[in-house]
């Protein structure tokens, strides 16, 4: 097994396989960033460490498991793959065989020496590296400096969480929360497996460095296959090199894979994009919260992870059906929207939203049905703008384009409709784009540009 050998002769530590990209995070992860590059610089947040401080390594190996719990071929990313049994019954396993003994084998049953990794991913603290040098210090990811900023997240409500990879080992991800805790604490794993966080969107977003965005239906294990019982771990279907040239596995949308063997490595593709979730906020305590990517391998015995620090904060009243004064119902040149603000139609059957999540939502105001949206996410700055040269786009506070509406002609303004379509229009009434959409109520198709 070429790609095993690999890693084994590589320089521990120096190389990062996998970790958390949003929400900004301790180990500096970004979706600007990335996987590409094995650029892992600790950045800004360095809390008197160096910026330079290299956090590729943070991570947990020599973690087998005992006996596997997940035998279902559906959810395998590599040798599993061909050896899991028919009918996904784990009594039918081999249990000689070592592929089993992986942690992919029975997510969440592999120990951590630390729940936000360790330098190097050893037990042992003396244990040194390929060069025979001790890991930089701090050596417990627990121990790197709080993130650059904490993210607050409301109870009751979604919230968007992100990875990437450099070294894909294949297997599947669970995010977790440790609540109560103090940013300066030292929580013990058994915190944050003891509030595993549910999904909310059956989809996952493929989000490009680039501000690119494609989806595709996510494959979540629960049940029995998955410690805690009947907590949520997903596959990581962004197929494995190896998988996809012998047709085992495909992408899961177009050109949603990563770069097919760096270095002649198959199992190095260095991605240049995240995968974006969404998860529910659970109701716990108010106040610092840890939050927990966990990655476990199913062709090496090594479970990923990196922390974040969450603020858990309370609902407030509900909104109103309507702003006052009322919201209009169009955009000319020069017009902007800002997260939280709409436009809603005139009869009020129809309203389009900079969400705070970052996206641009088109809902049917009698049912609350998304009815279109952008597929924008991941920031409250991101802004809808109608410039001077009729471009219709949502941007980044840098005002790089994330979307935007394809339009030939000239655009002199925007309007929602109340039958949920959003148009753009020339000086003469003519229509140059829209989103396709209509009421849910009717059985048109939504069309997404």
Not at 248 to 273: A, M, T, Y
Not at 341 to 350: F, Q, Y
Not at 357 to 369: C, K, S
Request: proline letters at 7%.
């Amino acid at each position: 097994m070429p790609s095993l050998l690999a890693v084994a002769v590589l320089p521990l530590g120096i190389a990062a396989h996998g970790r958390m990209t949003f929400p900004p995070n301790r180990v500096g992860g970004t979706l600007s960033v990335a996987g590409k590059n094995d650029n892992c610089a600790l950045g800004s947040n360095s809390g008197g460490l160096s910026t330079t401080h290299n956090t590729c390594g943070y991570q947990n190996r020599g973690t087998p498991v005992s006996s596997p719990t997940n035998c279902v071929a559906e959810f395998m990313t590599g040798n599993l793959i061909k050896t899991a049994p028919a009918n996904g019954d784990c009594s039918k396993v081999n249990t000689k065989d070592s592929a089993w003994s992986m942690p992919w084998a029975a997510p969440g049953k592999a120990k951590l020496w630390s729940p936000c990794g360790v330098n190097g991913g050893h037990e042992n603290p003396k244990t040194k590296d390929g060069h025979g040098k001790a890991y930089a210090l701090p050596r417990d990811g627990i121990d790197l400096p709080p993130s650059s900023k904490t993210t607050k997240w409301v109870i009751g409500q979604t919230a968007d969480v992100g990875f990437t990879l450099t070294k894909h080992h294949g297997g599947g991800y669970q995010w977790r929360l440790c609540p109560g805790k103090s940013a300066s604490s030292r929580p013990a794993d058994s915190c944050f497996q003891a509030n595993p966080l549910t999904f909310a969107n059956a989809n996952t977003v493929v989000h490009w460095t680039d501000g690119r965005n494609k989806s595709f239906r996510a494959k979540t294990l629960t049940g029995s296959h998955v410690t805690p019982a009947n907590s949520q771990f997903r596959m990581i279907q962004i197929p494995m090199t190896q998988q996809y040239k012998d047709g085992l596995r495909k992408e899961p949308c177009s050109g949603c894979h990563g770069k097919w063997g760096v270095d002649g490595s198959d199992i190095r593709q260095e991605w240049d994009f995240s995968l974006i979730d969404k998860v529910y906020v659970p109701n716990v305590p108010l106040g610092h919260a840890w939050l927990q990517w966990r990655w476990d391998n199913e062709q090496q015995d090594q479970v990923w992870t990196s922390c974040a620090d969450i603020e858990i904060v309370a609902a407030g009243p509900a909104p109103t059906p309507a702003p006052t004064p009322p919201s209009p119902s169009r955009m000319v040149r020069g017009d902007s929207l800002q997260s939280g603000e709409m436009l809603v139609s005139k009869s009020g059957n129809a309203w389009l939203k900079l969400q705070s999540d970052g996206n641009l939502v088109l809902r049917d105001a009698r049912t609350d049905e998304r009815v279109w949206h952008a597929g924008t996410c991941c920031s409250d700055t991101n802004y809808l703008n109608f410039d001077s040269n009729g471009i219709l786009a949502v941007r980044a506070d840098n005002k790089s384009r994330l979307w935007f509406a394809a339009v030939h002609g000239t655009p002199v303004r925007a309007e929602l409709q109340d039958d949920c379509n959003f148009v753009i229009r020339d000086a003469s009434g003519a229509s140059l784009w829209s989103t396709g959409s209509s009421c849910s109520h009717s059985q048109s198709n939504v069309v997404s540009v």
